[in-house]
């Protein structure tokens, strides 16, 4: 009697009974989310260690020895699909691992030119800058006016043409003639991503008359289409209007005024203007209301939504984030199709698996990472916290809904943004909760209005006006406001944001720990990231450092010494990149400005400067010839040893200075030409100029902005830091 | 049985595909070293200036060698004056004010 208790006991035992763990599993398994992992982490891997990376599959391989024990125990089944899914991780990594090195390999592979080059190619693309229009030219044929050399080739040249009415059409086959520069694999410490994706290996400048038209090719489809759509939109809505349109549509803001872009950058609600799964999730709408309006069959209606959307984001030029978008979709509507049912998390999966095997380098383009995190984002954590939230007392559905949508993207976006920019917006989550949801209207509407537009062009005033009207509404508060004090930005994520990341997942209701279980584990998991953030964060332990900046001819120096940050400027800065750097650096306030260069470089430095911090003080050298025209900033002209907020420094010659860094010589070089005097010796030398009037200063270390090959430079490692500390100067990556 | 065979094949094809759509467009002989790019170094610097003095109210003329951030007051007390000289700070640090280029070295030059 007593032994049937026990065994009625043991078959009635409750499921959820283990210690750590509710149900049967600890985690659901999803393999393609296995699948995507392994192959992205054989890019990465890659990426940092080389050939190494295969090393990996030795420490996967003992996994296999799991099998024969899940064998043993749990059945033969299971332990099929784990050797399976062992075996499918380790081949995907490798696959991850070679395909990436075979593109980059493709890549370099591209003859290397420079200098002065004749050019025919084809245009294929056509585009706008601030102040510039941007055609990219195809089927490229290169002579080099040096050597002779002839290159032929598949990769892109990207012609920048100041000065406008250049009028060149898409097709058109043109012969110019332009100094021409080769883009790298890896330049200013980041791999050169868009240029890769792109398939545009050169670049040059130009002017609109150097262009001969040497006949037209058909050109291609999704271009003409583009191009079409555009003169409609132009023709129909006044210029702002339009290109905030076009933007929208088709995700090419070149044509948008940069300072209203940047405020939408600003406001954390530019992701409006990357076709993603919000616009091809309306599109697919309309397409699938269209076709249900017309009682078209399951499977007809299944192909002209797919042929409807694929069409679209060709429209778009393939964009990551619209590709990524256009695979859930088609994921989603397949499984509708079939009656399966639908994971979030596979599906999100298959599409980051495809847009890598499309292109490994992907995994390095800003708008891929932005699109998957915020994506994936919103499947791990977005219904979580919408429970969570619907538990408060009179909280409205919806707004939970909405609330748990932002939120989750917001967090899961946080390293990317910090890390790609600089910056995140305190108020992106408030403007993405109100914002989206009538911008989301608005785009339909839109989108509904262009199309009519593009196929009755003569109607496109008419039919445009309404979608207009209710634009310049939607929008008007983000381009009234300035959302640049709203800026969280002075640190960075690093290898870190894989901490974040795992941090996100395991708090998530994917993992079905007890809560006691994920209380201690994320106690000791912030405590970790704390720590680590600020090990990369905090520069501390040193008497004094400086910050070295460098960006296509826009080079600069940070000093900082106790409270007060001193700029040494060599040559003229950029506005774009000093506004990056400021933001990241967190500086607000230039306590002194030194102007190493000419007169002209020293008067387009500061107003330059002036547009992101307030400046304290400028000094240039007496022997420039500097006229001081500047009301709002005290200017001095200093012959000899100056101090400079507690740091001595002379103008050792006409673009040169001396300092002293806290008992260590350190020189700065513009430029030297010929007639140059005799230069001091230093311990450090920062150079812009790497030519031989150079070799004549002795240095123990030297750094160069520009390419310098065999030598530390910015072009090679990206910013630089420079402490020193007992007797020691530090020069490592900056943060 | 069958049903796991099917899957293996399934997944088989999957690898396949991704592999194909991979590395097909680009065939090229694969990079082999790592792309990313790490730098750093280190260099120990000399912590020291040299200063000459001359002049008549100077006991021990001659070149001087002292670490970064002394004083005038231990300056002035290590060349034999017994008092600072007008115009210096004797708590301050010594700038670099008054060097003048020698040999390639900034040179602190003071005529007392």
Redesign the interface.
Known sequence: MKRKKEERAVRFKRVDDHLLFYGLRVVNFRPFLL?ALS?AAGILV???????AFLVNLVILPAFVGFIFIFRKKGR?IA??FL?CTA?AC??FS??S??F??????F??AGEVSGDCYIAGVVEEIGRTGDSEVYTLGDLTLVSGETGEIVRTQYRLRMYVYGGGADLSLGMRVITDADVTTYE??SY?R?NASAILDKVRYFAFSQADSFLADGQEMPDLFGVVGEHLRDVIFAGMDDSTAALTYAMLTGNSGFMDEDVLQNFRYGGVAHIFAVSGLHIGIVCLLLTYVCKKLKLKLLIRFLIVTAGLVFYAGVCSFSPSSVRALIMCEVMLAMKYKGVQYDRLNSVSIAS??V?????VHLFSVGFLLSVSASAGIIVLGGHLSRNLKRIPYMPRRVADALGTAVSAQICTFPVLIDSFGYISAISFVLNLLFIPIISTVYAVLFVGCVLAAIFPFASAVLLFLPEYLLRIAVLPVMMADFKIWLISGFSFGGCALLWYAGIYFLSDKINFRAWVKAIASVLLSAVFVGLMFLRNAFFGYDGFMTVHGYYGSNFVLLHEGDSVVMICLGTPDSEHLEKVFLQQNVTRIDALVAVGTASDANVALPVVLENAAVEKMYVNAESGFIDTFQTVETEEVR??F?CCGT?M?F?DAETL?L?F????VLLVNNLTEEEK????C??LVSAYDGEFLERV?R??EIYFGKADGK?SVY??GD?QIG?RD???????AV | MREFIADLLLLACLIMVVAAAAILPSVAVPESEAVYQRGESAIPYGDTFDVIVQGEGVAAPGRYTFAYGVTYGEMFSVMGLSEVPDGFDGAARVRMTDAVLLDGEYVIYLVL
């Open positions: 699948f192959f890659f990426y940092l260690c080389g050939v190494y089944r099929g699909i399976a499918a081949v995907l696959i991850g070679i395909a090195a075979m593109r980059i390999a493709d370099e592979q694999t890896w410490g791999i698996l495809a890598l095997a499309i292109n490994p000899g040893f101090d001595d002379i050792a001396w002293n806290g008992g260590a010589d005799n230069l001091p010796s311990d450090l002795e123990k270390q530390m090679e490692y630089l020193r007797g020691i100067i530090s020069v490592k990556e």
